[in-house]
Each structure stands twice: as C-alpha cells, then as structure tokens.
C-alpha cells in the first residue's frame, strides 16, 4: 500500500498562484509515475498532470498547459505542482496519484485531496 498526503492548497485570488507538494510513503516512490487529478464541485474527476519516474517526460491536461508545472523529487519521495496564472475555473479538491498509467490516466493510489479555490 502506498499513502500520498498532500498540502499546500488554500485559497488565492484570480491570477495568483499556488504550489501544492504530495509526500509518499510505503512503496518505492521512485518506481512510479506521479500524477494531479482534480475534482470541481458538481464534477467528476479529471485529469491534470503526470510525471514519469525518472522526471523526463510530463503531460498536462490542454485546460492547465503554459500554466501548471509539475515535478518531483525522489530523494524526498515528493511530487509538486506549481500553478501560476489561476483562474476561478482551477477551483477544486486536487488530488495526488501514483501509479498512474499514462493515456487511460487509470491511477493505483489516491490521496485524501486538497482544496484549492480561485476566487474572481
């Protein structure tokens, strides 16, 4: 079993930005690709973000693309993602995932959320 907790959620004007971090424990982090998904009210779960283990390649959803940043860290089983530029549309719980398999975004691991709001 792998556990993620995120953190760094919080609530930013228009424009602002946020950087949100994921901790893993309990499974060879680096063996991994990482990702942020996110869930606005009335919505269903998309994804956001992902990384692949060794940090090389990323894929962002076109909605955050030119605007949010993922990265990781292995040394410190962590994973980031920078969010400039926020709009109130960003509004959301974001969730971090591992295990994620690229294209399908079916994902292994969920954290608990953060809650994120953008306000206008």
């Known amino acids: 079993q792998m556990q993620l907790v995120e953190s760094g959620g919080g609530l930013v004007h228009a424009g602002g930005s946020l950087t949100l971090s994921c901790a893993a424990s309990?499974?060879?982090?680096?063996?991994?690709?990482m990702g942020w998904f996110r869930q606005a009210p009335g919505k269903g779960r998309e994804f956001v973000a992902a990384?692949?283990?060794?940090?090389?390649?990323?894929y962002y959803a076109d909605s955050v693309k030119g605007r949010f940043t993922i990265s990781r860290l292995n040394a410190k089983n962590s994973v980031y993602l920078q969010m400039n530029s926020l709009k109130p549309e960003d509004t959301a719980v974001y969730y971090c995932?591992?295990?994620?398999?690229?294209?399908?975004?079916?994902?292994?691991?969920w954290g608990q959320g953060t809650q994120v709001a953008v306000s206008s």
């Open positions: 995932a591992a295990d994620v398999t690229l294209n399908t975004w079916a994902v292994g691991y």
């Open positions: 309990g499974r060879p982090f680096s063996a991994y690709t």
């Open positions: 990384i692949t283990w060794s940090g090389v390649n990323t």
